[in-house]
């Protein structure tokens, strides 16, 4: 017997309710927590310099000065590129008129996202092993310098001196409270941490690892105890502050370090130690919008920012990889 059914009649009404989600990572940790400057080329420079070794085998007396030192010998100048980053939006003149679900405006949402793709680019390339790069033309953009090139991932670069190249990092995969320590003793003892606080932007397992420092010591050693609020209905056990012997570290998850362009791969496992003090975003050109000419088809426009990564000085900080 023939029967009407949701599959064979026509004119049923579609329920598209007015939502939509966009579940994509935005915190940006590392442009928030730095510094930002002015650039006024598409290179900028800065110096490092340090002190000399301690001496403290006297003078005898009566003594004249006959040696004079160059206290300027070790200075260095070290620099960056900046890069452009940018997004592009277009809405047909069809599509800006109908009624859309979710959404009282396609242009603005779209220019609204595309506000959103940019600040996440610049957050992964400032994270990230790139190397900078003067623009060639054909294709060979302007690149800015990634923090974990700055390091000396993938190899010191032959810019920075000696004395300013990092060496407080950790390469041997899971991390521990023991090599967790050793990488903060190694930036104590290069630089006595200037800055005096530090915050480490960690990948999740690397987040997921340093949380497990107390749990582990709970284990071995059966000492640890936890006093808590029992209407709180929890316990807590995860790491957002780290105090060892080399001063305080705060830890924050980020899911940004060690990507590749166009890539949506997370580098779990990497984390960069930073001192806010000596780390700058120098910008050529702040966020903008602009709308273009409506050459007949609809509205279209760009958000662009030229901006660049300065390290002041590698030897302050420390990575994870």
């Not at 930036?187 to 497990?212: D, F, H, R």
Request: glycine letters at 10%; hydrophobic letters at 35%; a negative charge.
């Amino acid at each position: 017997m023939a029967k009407s059914t949701t599959y064979n009649s026509s004119g049923n009404r579609e329920d598209l309710t007015d939502i939509i989600s966009v579940l994509e990572p935005e915190a940006t940790p590392f442009v928030s927590l730095m510094k930002k400057g002015k650039a006024t080329g598409t290179f900028f420079e800065y110096q490092v310099d340090k002190l000399n070794s301690p001496e403290f085998g006297g003078v005898s007396e009566g003594e004249d000065v006959g040696n004079f030192k160059n206290q300027s010998a070790d200075r260095a100048r070290i620099g960056n590129y900046i890069q452009k980053f940018r997004d592009t939006f277009m809405v047909s003149d069809l599509q800006e008129m109908v009624d859309s679900a979710g959404i009282s405006s396609e242009f603005a949402n779209a220019e609204s996202k595309a506000v959103r793709n940019v600040k996440r680019s610049i957050e992964s390339a400032f994270c990230s092993a790139q190397d900078r790069q003067a623009d060639a033309g054909a294709g060979a953009p302007y690149k800015t310098r990634g923090m974990l090139k700055w390091l000396g991932l993938g190899g010191q670069p032959s810019d920075v001196p000696t004395f300013a190249q990092n060496v407080a990092n950790d390469t041997t995969g899971t991390a521990t409270e023991a090599s967790f320590n050793s990488v903060l003793q190694e930036l104590y003892s290069a630089n006595g941490m200037p800055g005096g606080q530090l915050t480490l932007l960690a990948g999740p397992t690397l987040k997921q690892e340093i949380s497990n420092f107390a749990r582990q010591t709970a284990t071995v050693q059966s000492t640890y105890t936890v006093n808590q609020d029992a209407e709180s209905k929890k316990i807590t056990l995860s790491v957002n502050v780290y105090e060892g012997d080399f001063g305080l570290c705060n830890i924050v998850p980020s899911l940004f370090i060690n990507r590749t362009s166009g890539s949506d791969t997370v580098d779990a496992d990497a984390g960069l130690l930073i001192d806010p003090e000596y780390v700058s975003m120098m910008s050529l050109k702040a966020e903008s919008v602009t709308e273009l000419e409506n050459q007949g088809g609809g509205r279209r426009g760009f958000v662009d920012v030229v901006a660049g990564l300065a390290c002041l000085s590698p030897v302050a900080h420390g990575y994870f990889n």
